[in-house]
C-alpha cells in the first residue's frame, strides 16, 4: 500500500473501509430478501439454476484460492522469521489440519472459539501501543503530497485485506437476530476492524519515516523488534504466535465457507467430507505454488483480481436483482 | 352399582409402602400353604447358601428366615421377640412393623436387603422385619478435598447417610431424590438429586434416560456410572464433577445441576460440570472476596504454567534464544552446553520421572511414601544434575510443573493437565512456539466442542458471557452473584434479591439527616 501511495497510505485505507461499508449495505439489502438462504441457495434463485450453479462453483474455488493464498503468506513469514529450516508442508499440513478440527465443529463452535480469541486482539494492541512511544508524526506530513490519483491507486491495495465481509453473505441466514440487529452487528464488526487496521497502519507509518519503509518489508515486525520489555527481549516473535491464531481462525473461515457451498451444491448433509476434501485441495495448490516470491505474486495477483469480481461486483449485481425478484414475488402473491 | 364403584375407588385409593423402586417386570411366585414347601423354594432360590439361617418356631409350625451375615440379632430381638415378651401383641403376624406379601420372589429379595422374614404353616402370608445391619464409618473430612475453614464433615458409604447430609443443608421441598437400581447382578442403588423448580427438568429427563439405558451386569462405583453417561469418551477432560463434600454438593444443586449418587461411595457426581467449576473449592468462598479472587487467579495461572512452561522453556532453548534478555542468556546457555541431550529428551525424561516419583508415593503407607519423596526428589533431582544429564534449569522448570499441576483442586483434571503436557513437549521441540500456538488452539477447540449434558463445557469463555466471568477468574462478593450461572439452565435466573438494603437505608437515613443542617448552614449563610 505504501508502495503506491507513500505516506499518505493511511487515506487510502479510510476511503476503501468507507467503499466497503457501502458494499456491506448492499449485502445486507441481497441477504435480507432471502433469510432462509445461504450464498449458494441465493445464486441458484437470482441467476436461475443454469448460471447459478456455475457462479456457485466459481465461488467455491475463489474461496479455495484464497485459503491456499493465505497458508502461502502465513508459511512465508513463519520461514522467514521463525523456522527457517521448516519444509512448507509441515507448516501448511499442520495449520490446515488445526482448522479442519475447527470447522467439523460447526458454525457454533467457530462462533464461540472466535470470540474468545478476539480477546486476544487486546494483546496486540497492547504490543503495538508499546511502539508507539517512538511515533514520529512528522511523518505523516505533508498531507496529499503524491496526489489524489495515487491515493486511489493505493485504494486498490487497501481494500484486499478487507475481503474477508463476504462471510456476512454466506452465513446471514444461519445467524439468529432480527435484520437490523444483523446490520448492526455487521457495521461494527467492519467499524473495528477498521480502526484496528488503522492504528496498525498509524503506528508503522510514523515509525518508519517514508524512505525507510520502502525497504521495509514487514514494518509491524521490524517496529516490534526493536523494542524490549523487562522480560522478555524480543517482542515480535509474541505477535507472530499471536498472529498465527488470527490466520488460523480466517483459515478456518475460508474453509467453512468452501464446504458449506460445496454440501450446498450436492445436497448433502454431512459436511465433514466436503471439508478434508478441500482441506487436502488447499494442501495441494499450497504445496504446487510453493515459497517462492515470484509464483506467490503471481497468484496472489490472480486471487486478487478475482477477489474484485467475487467481493465487489457479483454483491453489486445481486443488489438490483434482488430487489427485481422480491417484486415479482410480491406482484405474485398479490395476484 | 354405586357400592361397586366405591369399592373400586377405594381399592384405588389405598395407599401402598413405598421403598426403593423394585426391578419391574419379575415374575411373581405365590407362597404355599405349606411352611416346608415355601422355606424349601427359598433355599433353591439362595443355592443352598450357608449364611442364609433358619429358626425353627412354635414346635415346627413357624420359621423364620434371614442372612445372619446381612441381619442384626438385636434388631431381631426388639423387633420381633421383645414385642412378644412384652405381650403389645399375641402373634408375629399383629405385629404392625412388620411389612406383609404373599409373593415369595419378593420375599428372596427383601432377604437380600437384610430383612428377616417370618412364615407359618398353613398361612399364605410372609411377614417381613427390616433388621439390617450396618457398618458405616463417621462422616470424615475427605483426605482429597479439605478446607481451612468451613464445614469439615464428608460423604460415606452408606447412600442413606449422604442423602442424610444433603436434607440437613437444603431444607426445603423442592429437594427430590429419584432411586434407581443399576447393574444387573450387583443390583446398586444409584440415587439423583436435584431440586424441583430450578433444575432444567429436560436436563433431569436425560440423566434418567441416559442412566436407564445402562445395561451391565456391575456398577461399583460413580466412575463407572461416569464412562457410561458422558457426552464424549474421546476427551481427556472429566465432563462430571467429583466431589466427596456436601457443602459443595448442596450450593450446585441450588444452583440448578443434579448430583448423582450411588451406594457404597462416597464420591458423588455432578452434572453438567464446566471447566472452571474445576478451579472453584469451597474454600474461596469461606474468604474475603480479595483474597478469594486472589487464590482463584493462582490457580488459574497454574493452569497456564502446568500445560505450558516446559514446552515454552524447551521452545526458547531450542529454537528462540533471542526472546531471553540479554544477561540471562550466558548462564542458560551454560547450563545446557555440557548436556548431551537435546532439551527435548531431557524434558520428557524429568517429566516421565516426576510421574513415576507421584504414582510410587500414592499408594504406599505415609512413611514410606515420604522416603520415596525424598530419594526421588532430592537424591535423584540433584544427582541427576550433578552426572551431566540434565540440566539444573530444566529441573527447576519441571519441578514447577509439577507443583503448579497439584494445586488444581481437583483429582481428575489435575491428570488431564498432566497428560496434556507430553504433546505439548513434542510440538515445542519440533516447531518452537509455532508448535506451541498449534496445540493450544487445538486444546481450545477441544474445549470449545465439549458439552457436558448440552451444556458448552468451556462457559462461560466460550461463548461468551461477560456476566458469568464473576466467578471464574474472580470472585466477585456474594452479594453481586444475582443471578446464577447460565450454564447450569437453571429455571429460576434470579439466586438473590438485594440483600443489602440497609446499606441504602443508612444512607437516606444519613443525607436526611445531613439536609436540615446544610439547610441551617445556608440560612446563616444567606443571614450573613
Redesign the interface.
Known amino acids: 500500500m505504501h508502495s503506491v501511495a507513500r505516506q499518505d497510505g493511511w487515506i487510502s485505507l479510510l476511503i476503501g473501509a468507507l467503499a466497503i461499508q457501502v458494499i456491506l449495505l448492499g449485502i445486507w439489502v441481497v441477504a435480507k430478501s432471502f433469510p432462509e438462504d445461504t450464498l449458494y441457495t441465493i445464486n441458484d434463485k437470482l441467476f436461475t439454476k443454469w448460471i447459478g450453479k456455475p457462479i456457485s462453483i466459481l465461488y467455491i474455488l475463489y474461496f479455495i484460492g484464497v485459503g491456499s493464498l493465505i497458508i502461502l503468506l502465513f508459511c512465508r513469514m ?1 520461514s522467514m522469521w ?2 527457517p529450516n ?1 519444509p512448507l508442508w ?2 501448511s499440513s ?2 490446515i489440519s ?1 482448522c479442519m ?2 470447522v467439523s ?1 460447526g458454525l457454533i ?1 467457530l ?3 472466535y ?3 478476539s ?1 486476544l486482539l487486546g494483546l496486540l494492541i497492547f504490543f503495538i501501543i508499546i511502539a508507539t512511544k517512538e511515533m514520529h508524526l512528522m511523518y505523516l506530513f505533508p498531507i496529499l503530497e503524491s496526489g489524489w490519483g495515487k491515493v486511489f491507486a493505493g485504494i486498490n491495495k487497501a481494500i484486499f485485506s478487507f475481503f474477508g465481509f463476504i462471510v456476512s453473505l454466506v452465513i446471514f441466514s444461519k445467524v439468529e437476530g432480527s435484520h437490523v440487529q444483523k446490520l448492526k452487528t455487521i457495521v461494527y464488526a467492519h467499524c473495528f476492524v477498521t480502526t484496528f487496521y488503522m492504528f496498525t497502519v498509524f503506528a508503522s507509518f510514523t515509525f518508519f519515516s517514508t524512505s525507510e519503509l520502502k525497504l521495509v518489508p514487514e514494518p509491524v515486525l521490524y517496529m516490534l523488534k526493536a523494542f ?1 520489555l ?5 517482542i515480535d ?2 505477535f ?3 498472529w ?2 488470527n490466520v ?1 481462525t480466517t483459515l478456518a473461515t475460508y474453509l467453512y465457507m468452501a464446504s458449506l457451498g460445496l454440501s450446498d451444491l450436492f445436497k448433502r448433509e454431512p459436511q465433514s467430507h466436503f471439508i478434508v476434501l478441500i482441506g487436502v485441495i488447499i494442501f495441494i495448490i499450497s504445496i504446487y505454488v510453493g515459497l517462492d516470491i515470484s509464483r506467490i505474486q503471481a497468484f496472489n495477483k490472480v486471487v486478487t483480481n478475482s477477489g474484485y469480481i467475487f467481493s465487489v461486483a457479483l454483491p453489486l449485481i445481486m443488489v438490483p436483482l434482488s430487489y427485481f425478484i422480491r417484486n415479482r414475488r410480491k406482484g405474485e402473491s398479490s395476484s | 352399582m354405586g357400592i361397586f364403584t366405591r369399592i373400586f375407588r377405594n381399592n384405588r385409593d389405598k395407599l401402598a409402602d413405598r421403598h426403593m423402586s423394585e426391578p419391574s417386570g419379575e415374575k411373581e411366585v405365590q407362597c404355599s400353604r405349606r411352611l416346608s414347601e415355601n422355606v424349601e423354594y427359598i433355599l433353591g432360590a439362595f443355592h443352598q447358601t450357608n449364611d442364609l439361617k433358619i429358626r425353627v418356631l412354635k414346635k415346627g409350625e413357624a420359621a423364620l428366615l434371614y442372612f445372619e451375615s446381612l441381619a442384626e440379632h438385636e434388631k431381631i430381638h426388639e423387633k420381633i421377640f421383645a414385642p412378644l415378651e412384652m405381650g403389645h401383641a399375641d402373634d408375629v403376624f399383629q405385629l404392625p412393623n412388620a411389612k406383609k406379601t404373599s409373593d415369595l420372589e419378593e420375599a428372596v429379595r427383601t432377604l437380600l436387603r437384610g430383612h428377616a422374614i417370618y412364615m407359618e404353616e398353613g398361612k399364605k402370608e410372609i411377614s417381613q422385619f427390616s433388621v439390617t445391619s450396618s457398618f458405616g464409618r463417621t462422616p470424615e473430612e475427605p483426605q482429597n478435598e479439605k478446607v481451612v475453614r468451613g464445614a469439615h464433615d464428608g460423604f460415606v458409604e452408606n447412600m442413606m447417610t449422604n442423602i442424610n447430609l444433603i436434607r440437613k443443608r437444603v431444607e426445603h421441598r423442592d429437594l427430590t431424590i429419584k432411586y434407581f437400581k443399576l447393574g444387573k447382578k450387583t443390583n446398586t442403588n444409584v440415587s439423583v438429586i436435584y431440586m424441583d423448580g430450578i433444575a432444567d427438568p429436560t436436563l433431569v429427563q436425560e440423566i434418567e434416560t441416559r442412566l436407564h439405558s445402562i445395561d451391565s451386569d456391575m456398577i461399583h462405583s460413580p466412575g463407572h456410572v461416569e464412562e457410561f453417561i458422558e457426552d464424549q469418551s474421546n476427551s481427556p477432560f472429566p465432563q462430571m464433577l467429583n466431589t466427596e463434600r456436601p457443602d459443595r454438593v448442596a450450593a450446585n444443586l441450588v444452583e440448578g445441576r443434579v448430583a448423582i449418587m450411588s451406594e457404597g461411595s462416597p464420591t458423588t457426581l455432578i452434572a453438567p460440570a464446566t471447566f472452571f467449576m474445576f478451579y472453584q473449592a469451597p474454600d474461596d468462598y469461606n474468604m474475603r472476596w480479595f483474597t478469594g479472587t486472589f487464590v482463584r487467579l493462582i490457580r488459574l495461572f497454574s493452569f497456564i504454567i502446568a500445560v505450558g512452561l516446559p514446552a515454552f522453556y524447551i521452545a526458547v532453548v531450542s ?2 534464544f ?5 544477561e540471562l542468556i550466558i548462564p542458560v546457555k551454560a547450563s545446557i552446553n555440557e548436556i548431551a541431550y537435546p532439551p527435548i529428551i531431557e524434558g520428557l525424561v524429568m517429566v516421565i520421572i516426576i510421574e513415576l516419583i507421584r504414582e510410587a508415593g500414592i499408594r504406599l503407607p505415609a512413611p514410606i511414601g515420604q522416603t520415596i519423596g525424598i530419594v526421588g526428589g532430592l537424591v535423584i533431582g540433584d544427582a541427576v544434575v550433578r552426572a551431566g544429564l540434565v540440566s539444573n534449569i530444566m529441573v527447576i522448570v519441571v519441578a514447577l510443573t509439577a507443583i503448579a499441576s497439584f494445586v488444581v483442586p481437583s483429582n481428575e483434571l489435575s491428570t488431564a493437565l498432566r497428560l496434556l503436557t507430553f504433546p505439548l513437549i513434542v510440538l515445542a521441540g519440533t ?4 508448535g ?3 496445540g493450544m ?2 486444546i ?3 474445549l ?2 465439549l458439552h457436558s449434558f448440552g451444556v ?1 463445557y ?1 462457559a462461560p ?4 458471557s461477560l456476566v458469568d466471568l464473576k466467578d471464574t477468574f474472580v470472585r466477585l462478593p456474594m452479594f453481586m452473584m444475582k443471578l446464577r450461572p447460565k450454564d447450569a439452565h437453571a429455571l429460576k435466573p434470579v439466586a438473590l434479591d438485594p440483600s443489602r438494603e440497609w446499606k441504602n437505608r443508612d444512607g437516606q437515613n444519613q443525607s436526611k439527616q445531613g439536609s436540615p443542617g446544610e439547610k441551617t448552614s445556608s440560612t446563616k449563610d444567606t443571614k450573613q
Open positions: 513463519i521463525v523456522l521448516t509441515v507448516t499442520l495449520l488445526v478440527y475447527m465443529g463452535v462462533g464461540r472459539m470470540t474468545m480469541l480477546l524490549t523487562p522480560i522478555i527481549a524480543r516473535l509474541f507472530i504466535s499471536i498465527v491464531i488460523a | 529454537f528462540h533471542e526472546v531471553i534478555p540479554d516447531l518452537g512456539f509455532i506451541i500456538v498449534f488452539l487445538i481450545l477447540t477441544h470449545t466442542r458448552p468451556f469463555l466460550a461463548p461468551l
